[in-house]
């Protein structure tokens, strides 16, 4: 009678390969699911970077416009000014400005007023700055990168009679008040790879 009722109580081969089927297919399915959470959040933390770099890149931008200073610069050969705000590609940056509101938490021996300069290269946007204003081909230009996937930047300016315009100085702005100018307000105009055109409108503060 024992051996009866032992014999009732025990798998049979068929039935442990069953189960062991039913758990294959069960871990494949688990695995599966593990795997796509596993790349949607991978997905999500490179979308949040993403996101992350492009606040950071208009936040600095809008910083060093809302900072506009009217302070020209002399450039290295030290025979003439660059104006306080300009594009100018002959430079080899889309836009060259001077801002005011330059942090010195270290007591270095400089002042307050940096020279800031953007360009692209290679698919990414970057930031340089100078540690002096009136600048000699000595001087080191340190460079950022604020933004890789850009196509292109571009700006456009509202002159005081309200007029918007592609290039800064505007035709016919002479001497040093010319120098000086600033625009009312900044449309900076971000083109990227994979979110196509993102525009930011800035109002200068006078």
Do not use: C
């Not at 009136?134 to 196509?151: M, P």
């Amino acid at each position: 009678m024992k051996t009866a009722l032992h014999r009732q109580s025990a798998f049979t081969l068929i039935e442990v390969l069953v189960s062991l089927a039913v758990f294959s297919i069960l871990a494949a399915l688990a695995y599966g699911v593990l795997n796509q959470t596993l790349a949607s959040a991978d997905l999500l933390n490179e979308r949040m970077d993403r996101l992350q770099a492009l606040q950071r890149t208009m936040r600095t931008l809008s910083e060093d416009f809302m900072q506009l200073t009217p302070r020209p610069v002399r450039d290295e050969l030290g025979d003439s000014y660059a104006a306080a705000l300009q594009t100018s590609f002959q430079s080899g940056f889309a836009l060259e400005l001077t801002r005011g509101g330059w942090n010195n938490p270290l007591a270095l021996p400089r002042g307050t007023l940096q020279r800031a300069a953007y360009r692209i290269e290679d698919g990414q946007l970057l930031r340089y700055h100078w540690n002096v204003l009136d600048r000699t081909f000595s001087n080191e230009l340190i460079g950022v990168t604020l933004l890789a996937g850009v196509d292109s930047i571009a700006f456009r300016f509202m002159q005081d009679n309200g007029e918007w315009i592609d290039q800064w100085p505007p035709q016919g702005a002479a001497g040093l008040p010319g120098l000086r100018q600033r625009p009312r307000a900044v449309e900076i105009i971000l083109t990227l790879q994979d979110e196509g055109i993102l525009t930011r409108l800035i109002e200068i503060a006078r």
